[in-house]
């Protein structure tokens, strides 16, 4: 693991505020931490970061989905920021560093960042972007160290916030965050989608491919783009496709037989690999029909026949076996140590969970979310308050 120094700040931990969603309230989603809200609780949340805090000043640590970039307007998500920021501000609330662990839903946050960091800035220097940038970092996605690094595309805006008073750091880390808690117990934070659904199916697919890579690097490069089609698909046509909605609607066609578009673009495919067949005085055409009916085969096991388009997309309720389970292979892919104290911090699944993680020494926390959402109970939101090896959480 990573050696992180210690700090003595408290940390405010949170998960899923989802900034920029705001329906109208008691029809569409919206944040409970959206001043636009009349039914926001951020007056609610800053007191009980007051208290908490007692005058100390306090680490603001976002476990993923800060800001809602999958229909709401990149505007909207963070004026909503700005508006809970200067809430904590005028409380007097000491902020000594804010940390955005980057979640699905603001994937293109981190798309942003990257572009600047890797391309943007040594152009505008006049500098060939090459130049000064490790080997590693060439790659077309890169990933922080677990300390995070600057955040280049909201430090400006929390600076001109926190204007007159020392301003916080701004942190940003994908696909995870570490930092030492006490001499012997680390903080160790990731967003949920990484260990679950289909993000997690397409990396394992094609993580052989890519040897010598630690598997968060793999989940983190092979994701991204699958993320922005995703919320590229959700901006397009609404709440009904989503991540999961998105397989089974590719599993829907697939039971359409010959007609099925998924169908058409596997023979097209065969035809371009297997123009002339393979093997001799065996018809083309009929050896290029078993390829496709076995491609296809394939593809409907892969999709373990889902159920029918849901409006939701079902990896953010998923059981919460299925979480935990998730959660232990994660840990294990990583080679996080057992015999290593931490606290683990997710989110994602909007669902509550405080486990500790069995034959471990891990105890780890789902932070549910602030997302109200009409077709489900309302979510348990609250903070993780964390002052060293103590955690212990917060309903608001």
């Known amino acids: 693991m990573t050696s992180i120094p210690n700090s003595n700040s408290k940390i405010v931990a949170i998960s899923d505020p989802h900034l920029g969603q705001c329906g109208a309230d008691g029809l569409g989603q919206y944040s409970l931490l959206s001043t636009r809200s009349s039914t926001n609780r951020v007056a609610a949340f800053v007191d009980a970061v007051a208290s908490f805090s007692a005058g100390d000043p306090v680490t603001l640590l976002v476990a993923g989905d800060l800001l809602d970039l999958s229909l709401a307007y990149f505007g909207d998500a963070v004026e909503d920021l700005r508006a809970l920021l200067a809430a ?68 400006p805006l929390v600076e001109k916030i926190f204007e007159g008073s020392p301003p916080p750091k701004v942190t940003i880390a994908y696909p995870s965050y570490e930092r030492s808690l006490t001499d012997d117990v680390t903080l160790y934070v990731t967003h949920g989608h990484l260990f679950g659904g289909i993000y997690t199916e397409l990396s394992s697919l094609v993580g052989d491919r890519l040897a010598g890579l630690p598997h968060d690097r793999v989940a983190a490069t ?38 099925s578009k998924v169908r058409d673009l596997v023979v097209r495919l065969v035809e371009q690999i297997l123009p002339h067949g393979v093997l001799w005085r065996v018809l083309g055409s009929l050896e290029r029909r078993i390829v496709v009916d076995a491609v296809m085969s394939v593809l409907s096991k892969i999709l373990l026949s889902p159920s029918t388009i849901t409006a939701t997309s079902a990896d953010r309720f998923a059981d919460l076996q299925e979480t935990r389970d998730g959660l232990r292979a994660w840990l294990s892919a990583i080679e996080w140590p057992t015999q290593a104290q931490t606290v683990a911090i997710y989110g994602h699944t909007h669902v509550w969970d405080d486990w500790e993680v069995p034959d471990t020494r891990v105890h780890s926390w789902n932070l549910s979310t602030w997302l109200v959402e009409p077709d489900h109970p309302p979510p348990r939101s609250g903070f993780l308050a964390i002052h060293g090896a103590e955690a212990r959480w917060v309903d608001i």
């Not at 990257?114 to 890169?142: C, F, M, N, Q």
């Not at 496709?241 to 007609?259: F, K, P």
């Open 222 to 259: 092979v994701n991204q783009p699958l993320v922005e089609l995703v919320y590229w698909l959700l901006g397009e046509t609404g709440e009904g496709v989503g991540a999961d909605g998105l397989v089974e609607s590719i599993y829907t066609d697939m039971q359409r037989g010959s007609i």
């Open 88 to 155: 904590i501000a005028a409380a007097a609330v000491r902020i000594d560093e804010v940390v955005h662990v980057v979640g699905n839903h603001d994937q293109h946050v981190w798309s942003m960042h990257s572009e600047e960091r890797r391309l943007l800035s040594h152009l505008r220097d006049g500098r060939v972007p090459s130049t000064g940038i490790t080997a590693a970092d060439k790659a077309a996605y890169h990933v922080t160290s677990r300390a995070g690094e600057s955040h280049v595309l909201l430090r």
